[in-house]
Nanobody
Framework: QVQLVESGGGLVQPGGSVRLSCAAS????????MGWYRQAPGKERELVAT???????NYADSVKGRFTVSRDNVKNTVYLQMNSLKPEDTAVYYC??????????????WGPGTQVTVSS
């Protein structure tokens, strides 16, 4: 019912920047919270940043001051601007959306993930 498609990952040098996008499509009543999570090899998936429909944001301590999450409620798209990238930011980044679908109830959706590799 809801599909999330990420784009924007790739290989970037340390200190560089990359912008991820995630567009939601399908049939739903509303998109509530959206956000980004990441999973590095051998590690558990962890929260990176979230944003509510009203624009309230939350960041992991490890990315504060370097990453910025934003969203376009008309396009049903969430973005993650990542600056000053470090090798430890290397991971698969997953988009998440908390959605109210029909018949009205809340559901959680994930994108397939996009790889971000920070390396020289």
């Amino acid at each position: 019912q809801v599909q999330l498609v990420e784009s924007g990952g790739g290989l970037v040098q340390p200190g560089g920047s990359v912008r991820l996008s995630c567009a939601a499509s399908g049939s739903f009543f509303s998109i509530n919270g959206m956000g980004w999570y990441r999973q590095a090899p051998g590690k558990e998936r962890e929260l990176v940043a979230t944003i509510t429909s009203g624009g309230k944001v939350n960041y992991a301590d490890s990315v504060k001051g370097r990453f910025t999450v934003s969203r376009d409620n008309v396009k049903n798209t969430v973005y993650l601007q990542m600056n000053s990238l470090k090798p430890e930011d290397t991971a698969v980044y997953y988009c998440n959306a908390a959605v109210t679908i029909y018949p009205l109830h809340d559901a959680d959706y994930w994108g397939p993930g996009t790889q971000v590799t920070v390396s020289s």
